[in-house]
């Protein structure tokens, strides 16, 4: 078969993807993309090589490893002739767990290894068949070893490669055997990441790295008040200068197009737009914050988890408020927080015939293709969009505003174009984690027990942003971006409601890492830590009370007590904080141990991690993953902070929106529990119950809690 061809022979029904045909090329950073893959999971060349499509964004999790892993196994490929490419956006590649083809809510693995495990064992048993119905012989002679059937009783072999054409015509079973976990090579291993090589040699294409051919460069600056729109604009200091080509202007920007990154950005500088500000945002942080304090002191929206009875939940409440000797009323505060990726925002698009097409460093293709074709006026199927590697993401890249500005400037233009943003626009025009303020209030009776919990949030919904809004009906009848994971979902404590007030902030808002856990269990388990304080019991022991017995979580207790040496007595002027949270299938718990000076210099000694994820595809991911967000959450406990004045965010690189460095980073130990459960997430699960440890920590140290982020305000520093 001619290299050259596109000729594909596939085999395709019930979920099943495999396709035979040439290798596919690389996308190199100065070549014109290869035209898109045909359909299949995994398509097998002539020669034997491998190519194992992901449909999940590459941001640095390597889920497509995992990917790749799970159908290794269940195909019973040989890993060395395995490679990894980006699935085509196309139907038959969304993640099924989200109906869409996106990345995120840490469902790469967990929202569809039981599928991804199926398709590989029907290509499997299809190729038995095939190559049964060649040797002619019964199918429950043939077994497969490392990228071949194999005939047990003659021990003839035949390589997939051979195979595939003719397993076209095999039936495809309903409900194929699985390998069996004795048989598994790849899963549960600490398999190296197929995306490394690249990455390490300079090779990977990042969407900041993209070049098609007669391509140009476009910088933007954009309207610094939310809400404010472009009024007017005098092109002339930017068309003056050498390399710039057009200055396109936008509803709420201007972009100028030059022959380099530099000329355009230099261009876009020396622009003055006059901006309308009759509909912008008129809000500041400090502000905004009152309006937060004050609305937790009245009647939210009452959260009613699924199954559940909003009167049984309020005369459960009212029950255990009747018993109520002492009250525990607290109130915790988080800002607003930025994504802060290291690759700023940034699309290549190029616009014909009514067609586009874009290079996108993108978590959401789907909402990318419909927030494009709305915005030219053609239809989803007229975009094609190919997905790069991106610098981070948290969330981030899941808003398709750079696609779609991307998409308007180079049909502007006439030519293919860049879009690059700045870091200060990327920094200063981000879909923000929310402000909110938290307020706890647990009812004791005599004997201390707690009769009743309330939980009041007030923040703004993401709903009215992200996704130009397209999802606002899930903030009623309560916004469900403020909930999260309830917390009698693993904690029984009785008579417990929670309520949400929306108050709108004024600035965009977005999924940021973790989500609703990254305030919300700041708060409860915090609350939780005072409470065991008060019960003058230990952290852990008060914990166990708490939940059920042989639970998964008494698991990950009992193995974070003796993994941080909780019982043992720590070195001098050094104190330990915990704190524990399950969520996307995942239970997990933190222990931070710190130190703190009379100058109130804060050394972060270790940090030890366990976590229950279930089956653990690829546990050195999993530890990975764990101490990103470690890092992650240290970040935002100690410095993160956007503030707004005036509608205009003032931090503008990271010189004002500091990260932890590596010299302030702790030793960390991650300790991934052997498990044979369904595989939940593990991509935003250690950011939650990182700050509670910490504050639980401080507290240990201090005598002080700190129910403030971020703790620079307070005076800490990192030593």
Same mark, same amino acid.
């Given at each position: 078969?001619?290299?050259?061809?596109?000729?594909?022979?596939?085999?395709?029904?019930?979920?099943?993807?495999?396709?035979?045909?040439?290798?596919?090329?690389?996308?190199?950073?100065?070549?014109?993309?290869?035209?898109?893959?045909?359909?299949?999971?995994?398509?097998?060349?002539?020669?034997?090589?491998?190519?194992?499509?992901?449909?999940?964004?590459?941001?640095?999790?390597?889920?497509?490893?995992?990917?790749?892993?799970?159908?290794?196994?269940?195909?019973?490929?040989?890993?060395?002739?395995?490679?990894?490419?980006?699935?085509?956006?196309? @139907?038959?590649?969304?993640?099924?767990?989200?109906?869409?083809?996106?990345?995120?809510?840490?469902?790469?693995?967990?929202?569809?290894?039981?599928?991804?495990?199926?398709?590989?064992?029907?290509?499997?048993?299809?190729?038995?068949?095939?190559?049964?119905?060649?040797?002619?012989?019964?199918?429950?002679?043939?077994?497969?070893?490392?990228?071949?059937?194999?005939?047990?009783?003659?021990?003839?072999?035949?390589?997939?490669?051979?195979?595939?054409?003719?397993?076209?015509?095999?039936?495809?079973?309903?409900?194929?055997?699985?390998?069996?976990?004795?048989?598994?090579?790849?899963?549960?291993?600490?398999?190296?990441?197929?995306?490394?090589?690249?990455?390490?040699?300079?090779?990977?294409?990042?969407?900041?790295?993209?070049?098609?051919?007669?391509?140009?460069?476009?910088?933007?600056?954009?309207?610094?008040?939310?809400?404010?729109?472009?009024?007017?604009?005098?092109?002339?200091?930017?068309?003056?200068?050498?390399?710039?080509?057009?200055?396109?202007?936008?509803?709420?920007?201007?972009?100028?197009?030059?022959?380099?990154?530099?000329?355009?950005?230099?261009?876009?500088?020396?622009?003055?737009?006059?901006?309308?500000?009759?509909?912008?945002?008129?809000?500041?942080?400090?502000?905004?914050?009152?309006?937060?304090?004050?609305?937790?002191?009245?009647?939210?929206?009452?959260?009613?988890?699924?199954?559940?009875?909003?009167?049984?939940?309020?005369?459960?409440?009212?029950?255990?408020?009747?018993?109520?000797?002492?009250?525990?009323?607290?109130?915790?505060?988080?800002?607003?927080?930025?994504?802060?990726?290291?690759?700023?925002?940034?699309?290549?698009?190029?616009? @014909?015939?009514?067609?586009?097409?874009?290079?996108?460093?993108?978590?959401?293709?789907?909402?990318?293709?419909?927030?494009?074709?709305?915005?030219?006026?053609?239809?989803?199927?007229?975009?094609?969009?190919?997905?790069?590697?991106?610098?981070?993401?948290?969330?981030?890249?899941?808003?398709?505003?750079?696609?779609?500005?991307?998409?308007?400037?180079?049909?502007?233009?006439?030519?293919?174009?860049?879009?690059?943003?700045?870091?200060?626009?990327?920094?200063?025009?981000?879909?923000?984690?929310?402000?909110?303020?938290?307020?706890?209030?647990?009812?004791?009776?005599?004997?201390?027990?707690?009769?009743?919990?309330?939980?009041?949030?007030?923040?703004?919904?993401?709903?009215?942003?992200?996704?130009?809004?397209?999802?606002?009906?899930?903030?009623?009848?309560?916004?469900?971006?403020?909930?999260?994971?309830?917390?009698?979902?693993?904690?029984?404590?009785?008579?417990?409601?929670?309520?949400?007030?929306?108050?709108?902030?004024?600035?965009?808002?977005?999924?940021?890492?973790?989500?609703?856990?990254?305030?919300?269990?700041?708060?409860?388990?915090?609350?939780?830590?005072?409470?065991?304080?008060?019960?003058?019991?230990?952290?852990?022991?008060?914990?166990?009370?708490?939940?059920?017995?042989?639970?998964?979580?008494?698991?990950?207790?009992?193995?974070?007590?003796?993994?941080?040496?909780?019982?043992?007595?720590?070195?001098?002027?050094?104190?330990?904080?915990?704190?524990?949270?399950?969520?996307?299938?995942?239970?997990?718990?933190?222990?931070?141990?710190?130190?703190?000076?009379?100058?109130?210099?804060?050394?972060?000694?270790?940090?030890?991690?366990?976590?229950?994820?279930?089956?653990?595809?690829?546990?050195?991911?999993?530890?990975?993953?764990?101490?990103?967000?470690?890092?992650?959450?240290?970040?935002?406990?100690?410095?993160?902070?956007?503030?707004?004045?005036?509608?205009?965010?003032?931090?503008?690189?990271?010189?004002?929106?500091?990260?932890?460095?590596?010299?302030?980073?702790?030793?960390?130990?991650?300790?991934?529990?052997?498990?044979?459960?369904?595989?939940?997430?593990?991509?935003?699960?250690?950011?939650?119950?990182?700050?509670?440890?910490?504050?639980?920590?401080?507290?240990?140290?201090?005598?002080?809690?700190?129910?403030?982020?971020?703790?620079?305000?307070?005076?800490?520093?990192?030593?």
């Amino acid at each position: 078969m001619n290299g050259r061809r596109d000729f594909l022979k596939t085999l395709a029904a019930g979920g099943v993807l495999v396709a035979i045909g040439p290798a596919p090329h690389t996308m190199a950073a100065d070549a014109p993309a290869a035209p898109p893959p045909p359909p299949g999971w995994v398509r097998i060349a002539p020669d034997g090589a491998v190519t194992v499509l992901s449909n999940t964004s590459e941001i640095g999790q390597g889920t497509g490893t995992a990917i790749a892993q799970m159908l290794a196994d269940e195909m019973d490929l040989d890993w060395k002739s395995i490679r990894i490419e980006m699935a085509p956006v196309e @139907k038959q590649f969304i993640n099924a767990g989200w109906g869409e083809y996106a990345t995120y809510g840490s469902g790469g693995v967990a929202r569809q290894f039981p599928q991804l495990r199926k398709a590989g064992a029907q290509a499997r048993a299809m190729l038995i068949g095939a190559a049964a119905a060649e040797w002619q012989v019964p199918a429950a002679e043939c077994d497969t070893q490392q990228g071949a059937v194999l005939h047990q009783p003659t021990g003839r072999k035949l390589p997939y490669a051979k195979l595939v054409a003719q397993a076209a015509a095999q039936p495809v079973p309903a409900d194929p055997p699985l390998m069996p976990k004795e048989r598994w090579r790849h899963m549960g291993k600490d398999v190296a990441r197929l995306d490394l090589p690249a990455k390490t040699d300079g090779s990977a294409v990042y969407g900041i790295d993209v070049k098609v051919p007669g391509m140009l460069y476009a910088a933007i600056v954009q309207c610094p008040h939310f809400g404010g729109k472009l009024a007017t604009v005098d092109p002339q200091p930017a068309l003056s200068r050498r390399g710039v080509k057009k200055v396109v202007r936008l509803p709420d920007a201007v972009a100028v197009v030059a022959d380099s990154y530099w000329r355009a950005q230099q261009a876009v500088n020396a622009l003055k737009p006059e901006w309308d500000l009759a509909a912008a945002s008129k809000h500041s942080s400090a502000p905004y914050r009152d309006m937060l304090h004050a609305a937790v002191q009245n009647e939210g929206d009452l959260v009613v988890p699924r199954n559940a009875k909003a009167e049984e939940l309020l005369a459960a409440h009212q029950a255990g408020q009747a018993k109520s000797a002492t009250t525990l009323d607290r109130t915790y505060t988080v800002p607003l927080l930025a994504h802060a990726t290291m690759e700023p925002m940034n699309g290549t698009a190029s616009v @014909k015939d009514g067609k586009a097409e874009l290079w996108l460093p993108t978590q959401a293709q789907d909402t990318a293709r419909t927030f494009v074709s709305k915005a030219l006026g053609i239809a989803p199927e007229a975009v094609t969009i190919h997905t790069t590697l991106s610098g981070g993401g948290f969330g981030r890249r899941i808003e398709a505003d750079f696609a779609v500005q991307a998409a308007l400037i180079a049909k502007e233009a006439g030519v293919p174009v860049k879009l690059l943003w700045s870091r200060e626009e990327d920094m200063r025009h981000g879909y923000h984690r929310p402000a909110a303020v938290l307020r706890l209030r647990a009812s004791l009776d005599a004997s201390g027990a707690v009769a009743a919990m309330r939980m009041d949030s007030a923040c703004d919904t993401l709903f009215n942003y992200s996704r130009f809004g397209a999802d606002k009906q899930y903030a009623k009848p309560f916004d469900r971006s403020a909930v999260g994971v309830p917390l009698t979902q693993y904690y029984g404590f009785p008579g417990f409601i929670q309520r949400t007030t929306t108050v709108d902030a004024g600035v965009p808002l977005g999924y940021w890492r973790a989500v609703a856990a990254t305030q919300n269990v700041f708060a409860t388990e915090s609350f939780v830590d005072e409470l065991a304080q008060l019960a003058k019991t230990d952290p852990f022991d008060y914990r166990r009370k708490l939940l059920k017995p042989g639970s998964r979580e008494l698991r990950v207790l009992a193995a974070l007590e003796e993994r941080s040496g909780w019982r043992s007595k720590p070195a001098p002027g050094r104190h330990r904080g915990m704190a524990f949270t399950r969520a996307n299938g995942s239970h997990i718990g933190q222990v931070v141990e710190l130190s703190v000076d009379g100058e109130s210099r804060v050394k972060l000694h270790r940090v030890t991690t366990v976590v229950d994820c279930g089956t653990a595809v690829n546990p050195r991911n999993v530890r990975g993953q764990m101490e990103g967000g470690n890092i992650f959450a240290l970040t935002a406990a100690f410095y993160g902070e956007i503030t707004v004045k005036d509608g205009a965010v003032e931090q503008s690189n990271f010189t004002d929106y500091r990260l932890l460095s590596l010299a302030e980073t702790p030793a960390m130990e991650i300790v991934v529990i052997d498990s044979s459960e369904p595989p939940g997430g593990v991509g935003e699960e250690a950011v939650g119950p990182l700050a509670p440890a910490l504050a639980n920590a401080l507290f240990a140290a201090t005598g002080k809690r700190f129910t403030d982020l971020p703790l620079v305000k307070a005076g800490l520093r990192l030593a």
